[in-house]
């Protein structure tokens, strides 16, 4: 991290037959918390090529990405600007946890409000209307 700057960070919805992809994450910050895959955008990289790494290497899934759903800033330990797109998988391949995540599976919509999620997120899925 660049001390005193903000990083950026994107994240996937991807919601398919009801369902969303979902990863637990194993490292801090937030481990052990279920959210969308997603993690730090690199110098030189796009805002959609961010995405489809992060999709890949966290649950083995290509993805096509759409538009912006919404944005959220941590300040914390690390001050993040998140930038989470929704996006769709390329075929139709189970997703495999890799990466950081320590579980990934798709979730029934409603059933996220019963997992052990990372801060604000049910809250912020609601306001971008992904969740009812």
Not at 12 to 17: D, H, L
Not at 103 to 114: K, Q
């Amino acid at each position: 991290m660049t001390e005193g700057r903000p990083e950026i960070a994107v994240g996937a919805i991807v919601v398919v037959e009801g369902r969303l992809l979902m990863v637990r994450r194993g490292h801090e910050p937030n481990k052990g918390l279920w959210t969308v895959p997603g993690g730090r955008v690199e110098r030189g990289e796009s805002l959609e090529d961010a995405v489809k790494r992060e999709i890949r290497e966290e649950t083995g899934l290509a993805v096509e990405v759409g538009r912006l759903a919404g944005h959220l800033e941590y300040i914390g330990e690390h001050h993040l600007v998140i930038l989470d797109f929704l996006a769709q998988p390329q075929d139709g391949s189970e997703p495999v946890a890799g990466d950081d995540a320590d579980e990934v599976r798709w979730v029934p919509l409603d059933e996220i409000a019963n997992l052990d999620c990372t801060p604000r997120f049910v809250e912020l899925l609601t306001e971008w209307g992904v969740l009812p």
